[in-house]
């Protein structure tokens, strides 16, 4: 197109070249409300541009720049959830006259998002985490304190024992019963 024009083409005209049949029919409704869409923008524009006359009498220019036009179209396109324009293919890369690089601002933005999703995760993740881990203080002290309790019930029933001479007999023949070195092989 940039050699049958002798200029680069606008966003637009490459749009109506591969969303029109040979017929000069629409390829499908989206592609026609698109461009409908887009022409009344321009005409509203341009109709603007005429209105505005400088106070010497003549009037603006009456085109608009290659910036403008294209500017115009991708306001009246559809743009997915990756932002990315509907229609104009690979000429998405070099959008209002400046190549689009993946560190562009609305990939930036996107991965900025995904990477504010993903602190905000692990942030819920930490605290669920320390919920956990105190859960399992708790419950370890719990055990521990259990324990330490039925020690000191133990000693002070071994101590009440120990204050009937037949029950300190008995202590100590069941304590003599299990000498450690009938348990070694």
């Not at 509203?44 to 220019?61: F, H, I, P, V, Y």
């Not at 720049?65 to 104009?88: A, C, K």
């Not at 998405?92 to 930036?108: A, E, M, N, V, W």
């Amino acid at each position: 197109m940039e050699v049958e024009l002798g200029r680069p083409p606008t966003i637009p005209e490459v749009f109506l070249r591969t969303h029109t049949k040979k017929d000069g029919t629409f390829v499908d409704k989206k592609a026609q409300a698109v461009h409908e869409a887009y022409k009344k923008r321009r005409e509203a524009k341009l109709a603007a541009q005429d209105n505005d006359e400088s106070s010497d009498g003549t009037s603006r220019r009456s085109e608009l720049s290659h910036e403008e036009d294209d500017e115009l179209f991708l306001q009246s396109t559809y743009i997915n959830d990756r932002g990315t324009y509907f229609g104009v293919g690979s000429l998405g890369s070099y959008i209002i006259g400046k190549r689009k690089y993946p560190g562009s601002s609305s990939t930036f933005t996107t991965l900025q998002q995904q990477l504010e999703d993903a602190n905000r995760k692990i942030e819920e993740q930490a605290a669920l985490q320390a919920e956990r881990d105190a859960e399992a203080s708790r419950v370890a002290a719990e055990a521990l304190r259990v324990a330490s309790e039925q020690q000191a019930e133990i000693s002070r029933l071994v101590s009440f024992l120990k204050t009937n001479p037949n029950n300190v007999a008995f202590l100590e023949s069941q304590t003599n019963d299990l000498n450690p070195a009938d348990f070694q092989s």
